[in-house]
């Protein structure tokens, strides 16, 4: 008799502990699925993380002008010009292909003329004070050139006297005869690495969605050299940069 007693109590606890157990269920449920997934903030940031990595080129002024200069170095002159005043100018890129990842970029080129080959390596940082419109940057330079030999170029020498009076009429009464003008510069033979640095400011905007990005940069160059002919110190104009993001 004293256990049935007992008994209703008994009954009374358990029924009050399934209670707590369901109400802690129920509470718990709603907020599981909320736990995987992901908030709009989270969401935005994985698109950003999507699209930190860049890929594209530059276009340089200077590496335009280098071309010129080359292409009617090329061509046979006439007369007899102040042979000292002739220089080997160093080639200098046209473009310079690019990879970055968020604010860190690497950047090299290559080019060749005649007789030597010259490439350039960059590894800089982008800092952004205006909200990824105007941006600065910096960083270390590699030059790495291969000079071949010295080489010739052909000048064309009159042999006789200039007949005509009018502009436009000049003749010559002999023969003009080729001859082989040596080209020397201070740069050393074969291969060399020269270090330098490099500074300057630029502005971008994107399009398409975000995806491709334009820029346009001026900068300032010192490298390690003294050389004739090549550019160890100065400034360029990187005219158009597209990139895209990744």
């Known amino acids: 008799m004293r256990n049935l007693f007992f008994l209703p109590r008994i ?3 358990e029924r009050l502990l399934f209670g707590v157990i369901v109400l802690a269920v129920t509470m718990l449920l709603p907020t599981a699925p909320a736990a995987a997934q992901d908030t709009p903030a989270e969401q935005g ?3 950003e993380r999507d699209k930190k990595l860049r890929v594209g080129v530059y276009l340089s002024r200077t590496g335009l002008q280098s071309g010129v200069y080359t292409f009617f170095a090329a061509v046979p002159f006439y007369g007899d010009p102040d042979i000292e005043n002739i220089e080997d100018i160093a080639p200098y890129p046209f473009r310079f ?3 970055r990842y968020n604010k860190y970029q690497a950047i090299w080129s290559s080019v060749s003329d005649r007789n030597e080959h010259v490439k350039r390596f960059y590894v800089r940082y982008n800092y952004y004070p205006l909200k990824k419109v105007v941006y600065i940057f910096g960083g270390p330079i590699i030059l790495h050139f291969n000079r071949k030999f010295s080489h010739n170029v052909t000048n064309y020498v009159y042999t006789g006297d200039i007949t005509g009076d009018l502009p436009g009429e ?3 009464d002999g023969e003009t005869i080729p001859v082989s003008v040596e080209i020397k510069t201070d740069r050393p033979d ?5 270090p330098g640095i490099n500074a300057g400011f630029g502005v971008e905007y994107t399009l398409l969605f975000d995806t491709i990005v334009i820029s346009h940069e001026i900068e300032f160059y010192q490298l390690a050299c003294k050389f004739k002919g090549l550019t160890c ?3 360029d104009f990187k005219f158009l940069g597209l990139h895209l993001k990744i």
Not at 190 to 194: A, E, L, P, R
């Open 11 to 13: 009954v009374s606890h």
């Open 45 to 47: 940031r994985g698109i």
């Open 97 to 99: 292909f690019s990879i």
């Open 170 to 172: 000049e003749r010559c």
């Open 190 to 194: 074969g291969k060399s690495i020269i």
């Open 233 to 235: 110190k100065g400034s």
